[in-house]
């Protein structure tokens, strides 16, 4: 048995005049909650601590480097890590990363008991556009404002086990997955910011996209036999609706715990390592079962290319 009783811990909306101070006490109340369950990890979402300000259209350099944190810890995540190290709880959660070579990354963070960062992940698949839309009911501007991540999918030892990062729409993509499980995760976790609605199909709405949130990290956890733990920031945020729906995979596939409610709200559940054991070792044992030499499309064609009209 190597149990990591996972705390996953939902936040509620930050409205955009929401300060770091307020969302850190708030992560504080949770992780108190977290603690007095006997968590010894908790989870908190994709940019945890400001609004999903890629919502905004911004020219303004100055202004968009407001939303950014130029070093980790700092002063408002002070009481984070303190809190932390008192409790002697591991955590992970998102921010977004202003490096001091003038780089910009949508970042999580994996602190172990100690305080130390022994994690550390740069969003890849950056969703959404670079420039203003106006086709779309509401902006999502990712690609303007962050690099897509240049650290890869590390994979790192810590509570006695093998864990891995990624982040939201990362985990609608079945390599990111596969990257660490081909490196032996055994314990994915990830924060989403996922709007309600479709920005350019009104008729997809949370049920719908919920379902996808869903089906892509029970199926990544399925075929790469490994805990996953999706963590939402949720609510409305001016105006922005987001839906929560925070999930604990096991690596069959199943959802064990899942959140409720579009606030603030703390999963608990005992997750032992060991339920990987066997998945890698039987139907997922990748040495055994893969053949890599089909599979070069996969790293050396980015888009798709059509066959020839006979
Ligand atoms: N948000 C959304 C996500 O991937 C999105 C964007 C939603 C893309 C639905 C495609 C479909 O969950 C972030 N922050 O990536």
């Known amino acids: 048995m190597r149990v990591v009783t996972v705390a996953a ?20 109340a949770l992780m108190d909650d977290a603690s007095k369950a006997d968590a010894n990890f908790i989870v908190y979402p994709e940019l945890t601590l400001t609004t999903f300000f890629p ?3 911004m020219e303004d350099q100055a202004e968009v480097d407001t939303w950014f944190e130029s070093e980790m810890p700092n002063a408002a995540t002070a009481p984070l890590f303190d809190k932390a190290k008192e409790y002697g709880i591991a955590m992970t959660f998102g921010y977004a990363e202003q490096t001091l070579d003038g780089h910009y990354f949508n970042t999580s963070i994996h602190v172990d008991k100690t305080g130390n960062i022994v994690g550390k992940y740069r969003k890849v698949h950056l969703p959404g556009h670079s420039e203003f839309d106006p086709d779309r009911t ?9 690099e897509p991540g240049n650290l ?6 810590t509570l006695d086990g093998i864990f891995g990062l990624c982040i939201c729409n990362d985990r609608r993509w079945p390599e990111v997955y ?22 350019q199909k009104g008729t997809e709405g949370p049920e719908k996209r919920m ?9 990544g956890a399925y075929q790469n036999s490994t805990w996953v733990v999706g963590v939402a920031k949720a609510g409305i945020e001016d105006d922005h609706p987001m839906f929560g729906g925070s999930v604990i995979v096991n690596p069959d596939g199943e959802i064990v715990a899942k959140a409720k409610s579009e606030e603030d709200e703390l999963l608990v559940h005992p997750c032992d390592l060991d339920d990987t054991v066997f998945g890698k070792q039987t139907i997922f044992d990748f040495a055994r079962h893969r053949r890599v030499e089909h599979y ?4 050396s064609q980015t888009g798709v290319q059509l066959p020839p009209n006979d």
């Open 9 to 28: 811990a939902q936040m509620g909306p930050i409205q955009k005049a929401e300060g770091r101070q307020q969302v850190v006490a708030r992560m504080i």
């Open 55 to 57: 919502r905004y259209y």
């Open 138 to 146: 509401f902006q999502h501007l990712e690609k303007r404002y962050f």
């Open 152 to 157: 890869g999918f590390p994979v790192y030892r």
């Open 178 to 199: 596969r990257s660490m499980g081909l490196q032996g995760v055994e314990m994915i976790t990830l924060g989403y910011n996922t709007p309600s609605v479709n920005s």
């Open 211 to 219: 379902f996808h949130s869903d089906l892509v990290m029970q199926s």
């Open 296 to 299: 070069t499309r996969i790293t």
